[in-house]
């Protein structure tokens, strides 16, 4: 039993790592993009750059509630813009839900049952596609992205 309880540990411990680190690059990227050009977006019919960390944002918050064994809400698809409208809000936002997040799985280390591993593996999945997004969006501004420069 000993050794399941180390590994559940070990594989909570790189979850969590894998976490931070896409929200670690959403949070810079984010940081550097100019608050003139938040509400881009490179065709009509797709998020702006402010949308897509709103939705980003929902979603950590929404795993976080199910991590902590709570009925996740997955009405809205992104936290409202009605109360995340400036840059400094949208980042806010962005940083607490992270934060929350992980601060999540690291209080429920050991709740860590095959269900909430693809639950994790999904939605860090599903940070990096839209960091990926995020990065043509800054791109096609003229902003290389900090992970990008060498």
Not at 21 to 29: A, S, T
Not at 89 to 107: D, F, H, M, P, T
Request: proline share 4%; net charge positive.
């Amino acid at each position: 039993m000993a050794t399941k309880a180390i590994q559940q540990s070990t594989v909570s411990k790189k979850l969590i790592a894998r976490w931070e680190q896409i929200g670690r690059k959403l949070m810079v990227l984010a940081d550097e993009m100019p608050v003139d050009k938040f509400d881009y977006r490179p065709v009509d019919g797709v998020r702006t750059f402010a949308d897509v960390l709103r939705h980003v944002a929902f979603w950590n918050h929404y795993v976080a509630d199910v991590v902590c064994g709570k009925k996740g809400d997955d009405t809205s698809n992104e936290i409202p813009k009605s109360k995340f409208s400036t840059r400094a809000q949208v980042l806010g936002g962005l940083k607490r839900s992270i934060a929350e997040a992980c601060n999540a799985r690291e209080n429920h280390r050991s709740d860590l049952t095959p269900e909430m591993v693809e639950l994790l593996v999904t939605f860090i999945e599903h940070n990096c596609e839209h960091y990926g997004q995020l990065v043509v969006y800054a791109r096609s501004n003229g902003i290389v992205p900090p992970a990008s420069r060498g």
